[in-house]
């Protein structure tokens, strides 16, 4: 595979098949058409209609607006509509992370096509032949990716935590790194995507960081999430990436954007601007 076909693969979406979701003037979402038609069984909370579905709430804070939606999700996992839930709540916001105008639970955010973030940690250690990345297998029984390669650290951004708290708690909890050591990392920008899935519409932003480690430093896993760390030289990486898809597909983009903050993909590659662009998508 080439390293472009992974952000192609990231942002395979049709938004033709799909309709707004909004609240008074905010787009707050994007609804598949055919989910879009149930929702007139909740007419008290939605307005249908062929071009758009509104969002109705009323209350003075998220808490207050949220609570019917949510409630409607659990009404929608007993009918069988609704696999699971997690009982972590995301921002649904129609920009940034401090506009929220209501929380939903994160397994429900693809389905209503909601903004969704996340952090990811390249953990990496300067060696003497080279620099060298921390890579993670995920267990067999995740719900998720089961047995993909993965982050050393990658999690998603619950409402009302800080970045920097929810790094430090991500990175003790995936990897067993303390908090003076999770502390060192380096915000180093961000990448987005658009991904069509049987779910629904997944509009993401990943916050990226990198985190140089100790040589005599080992992660460990204390959530059950992944099953074993290696180190690999950068090299490997890329060669993996070049063999096929082994890793969790948006950990590709967060690879493929450090391997060109460090020079490892250079401006002589024949995609190179196609990649720096193909990080950044705007989001619908």
Request: some cysteine.
């Given at each position: 595979m080439k390293y472009r076909d992974y952000i192609d693969q990231c942002n395979r979406h049709d938004l033709a098949d799909f309709i707004p979701l909004t609240f008074e003037r905010h787009r707050i979402g994007y609804l598949r058409s055919t989910f879009a038609r149930t929702l007139g069984a909740w007419e008290t909370l939605f307005r249908v209609t062929p071009g758009k579905v509104e969002l109705i709430a009323r209350g003075d804070d998220v808490g207050e607006r949220s609570h019917p939606w949510n409630q409607m999700l659990k009404e929608m996992m007993a009918q069988g509509?609704?696999?699971?839930?997690?009982?972590?709540?995301?921002?649904?916001?129609?920009?940034?992370?401090?506009?929220?105008?209501?929380?939903?639970?994160?397994?429900?955010a693809p389905l209503f096509g909601i903004r969704a973030f996340g952090?990811?940690?390249?953990?990496f250690v300067r060696a003497a032949d080279g620099l060298k990345l921390w890579v993670g297998k995920r267990s067999a029984d995740r719900r998720n990716f089961p047995g993909k390669l993965d982050h050393l650290?990658?999690?998603?951004?619950?409402?009302?935590?800080?970045?920097?708290?929810?790094?430090?708690k991500e990175c003790w909890e995936e990897a067993g790194i303390p908090a003076e050591i999770a502390g060192r990392a380096i915000?180093?920008?961000?990448?987005?995507?658009?991904?069509?899935?049987?779910?629904?519409?997944?509009?993401?932003?990943?916050?990226?960081?990198?985190?140089?480690?100790?040589?005599?430093?080992?992660?460990?896993?204390?959530d059950g999430e992944v099953e074993a760390f290696e180190l690999w030289p950068v090299e490997r990486v890329m060669e993996t990436l070049e063999a096929g898809a082994s890793f969790k597909l948006n950990c590709n983009l967060v690879i493929i954007d450090f391997l060109i903050r460090h020079g490892y993909i250079s401006p002589e590659h024949e995609d190179y601007l196609f990649l720096v662009n193909g990080l950044h998508p705007s989001l619908p």
């Open positions: 509509a609704l696999e699971y839930l997690t009982g972590e709540p995301y921002p649904v916001t129609p920009a940034g992370r401090d506009q929220a105008l209501f929380v939903i639970d994160r397994a429900a952090q990811h940690v390249n953990g650290v990658a999690g998603g951004l619950p409402y009302a935590v800080s970045l920097r708290d929810n790094l430090v915000s180093v920008g961000a990448v987005t995507y658009v991904a069509e899935s049987a779910r629904g519409l997944k509009p993401d932003t990943l916050f990226c960081y990198d985190l140089e480690l100790p040589p005599n430093f080992t992660p460990r896993c204390t």
